[in-house]
Structures are given as structure tokens and as C-alpha cells.
């Protein structure tokens, strides 16, 4: 069930292997999912639970749950697996501790992701209880997220093919919109496409919403159908192998207010010169500034976000994004091979007036390749 080849996961492992001695560190404990995945293909929800992927050993160890035995020996390359029981008295760390004994990395200097779903402050504290003394435990929330920011040719192919149910879906709900439809009706459309195109499951929830529910940015439960004249949000992404592709788009039914229009010109053109600016050697704080510029001169400074955007890649939930964002400061470095999504959203709670606008680009040698076959044009049913 492996979804990439042996020397690619060779690679990987190199890659880690590089930057772990570049650190000086002796081994990795690994708890972010994502992590995992790109390592190993181990793939689970039980992240949710205590679990850990020990690199440092000669192969990766993983102490997990019995739930995910036969979930990391079907869907990974790991080979040694170990259970820690449940039971009112469990304690996981102490697990853990008695495999980085084994193996022999006490005494020795081990990165740890702390900054992930995949390790609860709760388990953190007894971590650190029962780490005292036996090895140094060094912040690495960073490691294999930054080896992760640029994506080999096989990852690409899951983008690209993400990309393609990313735009299925807009065409399912592009093709229900009409006054009175439901909008739990065009979000089962929209994920139903991705399920019948061989996709997976989002790393969050889409975000449907109309009417003054246009304006939020989060999904929120409780549906309502389209009224004669309405805005319709939505914020959704093809998924494939886990891989993202995200789109946005506010769609208007009936007559556009002017308002739609003047906010859909100024987004149209920040995100026209975003992927502009997205190119080898640029800042992400260039993208976040260009897109602030151009809104702000038209004159939507109120209505627009802190951040336009984020990095894509193989993601779990709670969220698809990933930890690098189009913001004030933002000091990443884009790379050819660079997965981003970038969003302009627009929202004017005083006239409760939505416009957004987004999609998913890969960074070239030249430049920036937008993914979507869709064009910019207002969505107008």
C-alpha cells in the first residue's frame, strides 16, 4: 500500500539522516503525522493518540497502539513495531524511554516535534518526567517540516492529480447553484467528486456558506439554502494520497451588488500579481506584501486578512495548511518544486459583502504554474 517507491523513501531518509548530523543531533523522535508519512507512508488517525517514530536506530522504531499494528505494517516501510498496552495505568513515555535505552541512544541528543497534534501538552509533560536523566531532548518541530516544503517528482503527480478533483469539485458545485438549492447539496457534490476521482478526505473541512455566513472563513455547522440573490463561499481542496490542492471562490446568484464587483476586480488582480512575484529566490512576505498593496489602493484595507496564503503538501487534520504562510515577515525562501496556495478574501462586515478568490500553484524554474483549469471570471448562476 506504499504510495512512493523504495529509493524515494531511501531519499528521505538520507535527507533527515544529513540534516540531523548537520545539528548535531544523534536521532529524532518523531510524533507529527505528517512526518511519518513522509518518512515511513504510515498512515492513521490514531496520531490522536500517544505514538512516536524513533529515528536513530539502525531502521525507525515505532511505539504505537495495538489499534495501528496492522494500520503501520500494511501502509509502511516500518518494520519494527511496538505496542505500548492501554490500560488506567499506562504511562507511554516510560515505553518510549525503555526503546531509546535499548537502542542506545541515551545519554545522546534527540530532536523532538512538539509543535504537532500528534503530541498533547498532557504527553509532553510526561516526557519530559521521564526523560530526566536519560537523554536531551532538543526542539526539531522544524526538521522534516522544512524537508518537506519541496516536493519530488512523485509528489508532484499527487498535487497535479489533487488539482484535477480541486477543480471536478467546483464544477459539481458550480452546476447546482441556484436559488433554493441547499448548500449541504453542493458540498456533498463537491466531496463526492473528490471520492469518485480516487481522492481522500481533507485535511479540514470544506467551507460552504452563503448569505451573511459568506463572510466566515472557518466552517461552521447548519446549512441554508440560496436565496433569489445571494453570495456563496467556498474554500475547498482535491486531495490526493493526502496531497493538496486548494481552491476559493465566492460565488454570487442573481444580480451582483457593486460592491461584488469592485471587491472581485481588486482580488482578481492581487492574486494575478501574487503569482507573479511566486518565483525561485522571493520572500514569502513579498507575496503577502504585493497582495496588501493592491487591495489596499483599492481601497479594501479593512475588508482584507493578516495573511494571504500558505504552503501546501501531504497534511492530516485538524488542517491542510502547512506551517509556512504568505504573512508580515514571513523570511521563507521559495524554491522550484514548492507547493502554495494563495487565497484573497475580502469581507466587509459592515454591508455584509464577501468576494474571495485562490487556487494552488507549484513553483517553477521561472516562475509560478497555476494548477487549476478554471479561469478567474465571477462566478455568476
Known amino acids: 500500500m506504499l504510495h512512493f517507491t523504495e529509493g524515494e523513501f531511501a531519499h528521505r531518509r538520507s535527507l533527515l539522516e544529513n540534516e540531523l548530523a548537520r545539528r548535531g543531533l544523534d536521532g529524532m523522535l518523531c510524533f507529527s503525522q505528517e512526518s511519518m508519512f513522509w518518512l515511513t507512508g504510515y498512515d492513521t488517525f490514531g496520531f490522536c493518540f500517544f505514538q512516536c517514530l524513533i529515528v536513530g536506530s539502525e531502521q525507525p522504531v515505532l511505539l504505537t497502539r495495538?489499534?495501528?499494528?496492522?494500520?503501520?505494517?500494511?501502509?509502511?516501510?516500518?518494520?519494527?513495531?511496538?505496542?505500548?498496552?492501554?490500560?488506567?495505568?499506562?504511562?507511554?513515555?516510560?515505553?518510549?524511554?525503555?526503546?531509546?535505552q535499548e537502542f542506545g541512544l541515551a545519554g545522546k541528543r534527540l530532536a523532538i516535534e512538539t509543535d504537532t497534534h500528534g503530541l498533547t501538552?498532557?504527553?509532553?509533560?510526561?516526557?519530559?518526567?521521564?526523560?530526566?536523566?536519560?537523554?536531551?531532548?532538543?526542539e526539531g518541530s522544524d526538521i522534516i517540516s522544512k524537508l518537506r516544503l519541496v516536493k519530488s517528482v512523485e509528489e508532484l503527480t499527487y498535487v497535479r492529480r489533487a488539482a484535477e478533483l480541486a477543480d471536478d469539485a467546483?464544477?459539481?458545485?458550480?452546476?447546482?447553484?441556484?436559488?433554493?438549492?441547499?448548500?449541504?447539496?453542493?458540498?456533498?457534490?463537491?466531496?463526492?467528486?473528490?471520492?469518485?476521482?480516487g481522492g481522500d478526505y481533507p485535511g479540514n473541512e470544506f467551507i460552504v456558506g452563503s448569505g451573511e455566513n459568506a463572510m466566515l472563513v472557518r466552517y461552521?455547522?447548519?446549512?441554508?439554502?440560496?436565496?433569489?440573490?445571494?453570495?456563496l463561499t467556498l474554500e475547498w481542496a482535491g486531495v490526493y494520497r493526502h496531497y493538496h490542492a486548494a481552491m476559493m471562490r465566492t460565488a454570487i446568484i442573481g444580480q451582483p451588488r457593486d460592491a461584488h464587483l469592485e471587491m472581485h476586480k481588486a482580488a482578481t488582480e492581487a492574486l494575478l500579481r501574487c503569482e507573479e512575484v511566486m518565483a525561485p529566490g522571493a520572500r514569502m512576505h513579498e507575496v503577502f506584501e504585493t497582495h496588501a498593496r493592491v487591495i489596499d489602493k483599492a481601497g479594501f484595507r479593512n475588508c482584507r486578512l493578516n495573511a494571504c496564503g500558505y504552503s501546501l503538501g501531504a497534511?492530516?487534520?485538524?488542517?491542510?495548511?502547512?506551517?509556512?504562510?504568505?504573512?508580515?515577515?514571513?523570511?521563507?525562501?521559495?524554491?522550484?518544486?514548492?507547493?502554495?496556495?494563495?487565497?484573497?478574501?475580502?469581507?466587509?462586515?459592515?454591508?455584509?459583502?464577501?468576494?474571495?478568490?485562490?487556487?494552488?500553484?507549484?513553483?517553477t524554474e521561472n516562475g509560478s504554474e497555476q494548477l487549476s483549469r478554471h479561469d478567474l471570471h465571477l462566478i455568476n448562476r
Open 315 to 363: 497534511r492530516f487534520t485538524p488542517s491542510w495548511m502547512e506551517r509556512e504562510m504568505f504573512r508580515p515577515g514571513a523570511d521563507t525562501v521559495m524554491e522550484e518544486g514548492m507547493v502554495f496556495f494563495v487565497h484573497i478574501i475580502l469581507v466587509d462586515g459592515e454591508t455584509n459583502t464577501a468576494m474571495t478568490t485562490g487556487r494552488t500553484s507549484i513553483i
Open 220 to 231: 461552521a455547522a447548519g446549512t441554508r439554502s440560496l436565496s433569489a440573490n445571494d453570495q
Open 121 to 138: 501538552a498532557h504527553n509532553h509533560i510526561a516526557l519530559n518526567t521521564a526523560f530526566s536523566g536519560v537523554a536531551e531532548l532538543v
Open 66 to 100: 495495538s489499534a495501528d499494528r496492522l494500520q503501520a505494517r500494511i501502509t509502511s516501510n516500518i518494520k519494527d513495531i511496538r505496542i505500548w498496552k492501554d490500560g488506567d495505568c499506562a504511562n507511554p513515555a516510560e515505553d518510549l524511554v525503555s526503546l531509546v
Open 170 to 197: 467546483l464544477d459539481s458545485a458550480v452546476s447546482l447553484m441556484a436559488p433554493g438549492v441547499d448548500e449541504g447539496k453542493i458540498l456533498a457534490a463537491m466531496q463526492g467528486a473528490v471520492f469518485a476521482g
